[in-house]
Structure formats: C-alpha cells, structure tokens
Antibody, heavy 119, light 110 residues
C-alpha cells in the first residue's frame, strides 16, 4: 500500500534553513505530484507548493516564493522540502501529500514533521 | 491567495445530519469546481474524505457527501457518529496548479 514516511522533528534557530524528507513506498514518485502543506500551532492547513514529475516543474504558493525549494530523488523515491530564512512564525508541522488517484486531490499523506524555530 | 471561508465550528447530535460550507471566489471554488474535503483528528495527518460529488476512499466515508453551487461548496455528514468529531477542511484548485485550503471547521458531536 502507499506510504509516505517523513523525517523527524527539527529545532532550528532564526535565519537557518531546514530540509524535510518524505520517502514513499507502494508507488513511485514519478507517478504523481508531491505537495507540501503546513499547519501552524492551533491553526489550519496551508498549501506551500508542489512538484510535478511529468515536467519537473515546481509551483510555489506566493507566500513562500524565494524561500522554499522542493526537489525529488527518484533513485530513492524521496521528496524534499527546504525552507530557508526561518523565523518563529515558521514553527509548524509540515506534511507531504500526494495525489495518486487524481490530480489535486491529496489522497495520501505523510505523518508530519514538526519544525520548531527558536533562538 | 486568501483562504476559503468555513464556519469555525458546527455541532450536531448523534444520528443527526450537519452541513459545513466552504466559500471561495470565481478564481477557485466557483471557477473550477475542483473541491476536496479532509478530516483531521488531533495530532494526526489529514485524511481525504470526498471529492467530485462522490469520489473518495470507498467504504470509509459513505455517510459523507459533497455539493457545489456558485462559489460555495458544502460537505454533509449524515447519521453523525462519535468518531466524526474532528476538524474538517475544504481545499480548492485555484488555477496555475495551485491549491487553497479553507480555515477549517471544528465539528462537535453532542
């Protein structure tokens, strides 16, 4: 069955970068887009962007443009999301999610990675 | 891109039906009619419930249905059960391969 397993929790200082990984199994990365969604403490879900394996194109939400980079390593079926210039407001749980069944419908999710930004 | 508008909370009694609305604009909900709904229990990852009228994980969310009219999408849960108590989010395609989520609705089952 399809599974997405994310890397563990991270603690970073303001101004640093964080790179979260998402290893998939039960399908291959090339079969569907990988999306990244974050959830700040006590708040709702926020779409950050996605990587389309068909054309290698990344689409980022305007809010994160210039600070986020989404990549994939198809040899290990692992997706990555790197967020730079971290600030305290970036403290959140970051999820990877894919749309295997149909584009733009996130049917499989990782377990989430807590990133804490604190001096 | 502004978040879609959902009521902060709704409640219903066991066995009753409730509806959660999700209001956007002609640039997302109304323009594309590509809306999905997610259920999230505390400390867990969201789960896809339903999309495009009646598509979704079969057998798991059979009491759930969705609809779409103008710039508003709706999720209806019939025969409320205790395990339905959770946060619910709508999500719409917003053009240019982007998605936008609603602010979320906390469902309390009385």
């Amino acid at each position: 069955q399809v599974q997405l397993v994310q890397s563990g929790a991270e603690v970073k200082k303001p101004g640093a970068s964080v790179k979260v990984s998402c290893k998939v199994s039960g399908y291959t990365l090339t079969e569907s887009s990988m999306h990244w969604v974050r959830q700040t403490p006590g708040k709702g879900l926020e779409w950050m962007g996605s990587f389309d394996p068909e054309d290698g194109e990344t689409i980022y939400a305007q809010k994160f443009q210039g600070r986020v980079t989404m990549t994939e390593d198809t040899s290990t079926d692992t997706a990555f999301m790197e967020l730079s210039s971290l600030r305290s407001e970036d403290t959140a749980v970051y999820f990877c999610a894919t749309d295997v069944s149909a584009p733009y419908y996130l049917d499989y999710w990782g377990q989430g990675t807590l990133v804490t930004v604190s001096s | 891109q502004s978040a879609l508008t959902q009521p902060a909370s709704v409640s219903g009694s066991l066995g009753q039906s409730i509806t959660i609305s999700c209001t956007g604009t002609s640039s997302d909900v109304g323009g594309y009619k590509l809306v999905s709904w997610y259920q999230q229990h505390p400390g867990k990852a969201p789960k896809l419930i339903i999309y495009e009228g009646n598509k979704g994980p079969s057998g798991i969310f059979d009491r759930f249905s969705d609809s779409n009219s103008g710039n508003t999408a709706s999720l209806t849960i019939s025969g409320l059960q205790a395990e339905d108590e959770a946060d619910y989010y709508c999500c719409s395609y917003a053009g240019g391969s982007t998605l936008v989520f609603g602010g979320g609705t906390r469902l309390t089952v009385l």
